[in-house]
């Protein structure tokens, strides 16, 4: 992660920018995570960080499976209410 030097905030990645709304307490400059949700400019794709190693994977993995062509019922039901993985 490549921090600016003015502000001590990480350089956002190509085409995104913070998102005007904070969503549950992610916002940018959070401490935990630096980027907090970010939105795409081109896109308006809305971008979520994995903040930890374990709860990171644990989230992918979640994701993945609710999106899944083998998902069952219940996860298939959810996603109406999910962000679908990039």
Request: net charge negative.
């Amino acid at each position: 992660m490549k921090i600016s030097s003015t502000n001590l905030l990480p350089e956002l990645p190509p085409d995104t920018e913070p998102l005007q709304h904070q969503i549950g307490g992610h916002f940018y400059g959070n401490p935990k995570t630096k980027f907090g949700i970010l939105q795409r400019c081109s896109t308006g794709v809305v971008l979520k960080p994995f903040i930890t190693e374990v709860r990171g994977e644990c989230e992918w993995r979640f994701y993945n499976d609710a999106f899944s062509d083998q998902a069952p019922e219940n996860f298939c039901a959810l996603r109406p209410f999910l962000a679908a993985p990039l």
